[in-house]
């Protein structure tokens, strides 16, 4: 990440930019730089396809939400990432952020396209035992930096009994841990 001299030599904060920042000067591209490719006071940045806002410096894309941190004169550690609070990845206002470890910021993560479940951390499990197919439903959570997961067999259960078990599991572990503290946000898993 850059620091906070070169970036304030290119962007300044700005409330009513989509990206959070704009530009200090002109951006010049071309073999001699004559072509003018942004204007002073553009909104900086382009939004990638992974919905964040992002800005080129020096050939490196950086996410506008750490400009924005750095700008303010703060720093990131290692391991810590900016958590959008209210979840929107276009809100870059310094109050919308909290600096969070990448685990409890995965704790907010929207359900994974693949999940085919319809519930977050409940997947089906299928292998093959000495030519017997045996079927479960898995709830799995974290818990002190380990996946934890419970199965719950679907030849002994049924599907329906044996889905409904790790569900109820899963819901359960993640209201316990959210008591000790874990931080799992309401938006996790929509």
């Not at 992002?54 to 391991?79: E, P």
């Not at 951390?121 to 439903?137: A, I, L, P």
């Amino acid at each position: 990440m850059y620091s906070y001299n070169i970036l304030s030599k290119l962007f300044y904060i700005s409330q009513d930019s989509p990206s959070g920042i704009r530009r200090i000067e002109d951006a010049f591209s071309g073999r001699h730089y004559h072509i003018i490719v942004a204007k002073k006071d553009d909104v900086a940045g382009f939004k990638d396809s992974d919905g964040y806002w992002r800005v080129s410096v020096s050939g490196k894309n950086l996410v506008t939400s750490r400009v924005v941190w750095v700008l303010s004169g703060n720093n990131l550690k290692s391991g810590f990432v900016i958590d959008h609070i209210d979840g929107d990845k276009d809100n870059n206002i310094l109050s919308n952020f909290r600096i969070v470890p990448i685990c409890i910021n995965s704790r907010n993560k929207r359900k994974r396209i693949t999940n085919s479940s319809g519930t977050t951390g409940v997947y089906k499990y299928t292998q093959n035992r000495n030519g017997k197919q045996e079927c479960y439903w898995i709830a799995s959570w974290c818990e002190n930096f380990k996946k934890r997961t419970k199965s719950f067999s679907v030849n002994k259960y049924g599907e329906d009994k044996a889905f409904k078990l790790a569900v109820e599991l899963r819901n359960i572990k993640i209201t316990e841990l959210n008591a000790s503290g874990y931080d799992y946000s309401e938006r996790h898993g929509l």
